[in-house]
């Protein structure tokens, strides 16, 4: 893997209720990443660019919801996220991330 391709791989972080009680309780942290990306590539995306050490990454993927805007029906895209469990001691501030 260059080191190119994985800064590419996360997206984004996903700021959610859902994802603020994991990453109090679990030491995660949820990311929106590339729909091809696995697991290896989280990992090393994740210590490269945060420098931190990761455990364990999980993946799921998101189904798009229906839309419906008058009579048409539409539907946003899916797209995967990725639980990254921190080891202990580390953690990622994004106020201080530039």
Known sequence: MNEEHLTKVILAPV???KSTLVGE???QVVFKVL???DKREV?????????????????????????????????????KKAYVVLQAGYEIDFVSVE
């Open 25 to 27: 309780k679990h030491n």
């Open 43 to 79: 990992k090393r995306a994740v210590e490269l660019l945060f420098d931190v050490k990761v455990n364990k990454v999980h993946t799921a993927l998101v189904k798009g919801k229906r839309k419906r805007s008058g009579r048409y029906i539409g539907r946003r895209s899916d797209w």
């Open 35 to 37: 729909p091809n990306a």
């Open 15 to 17: 700021v959610s209720e």
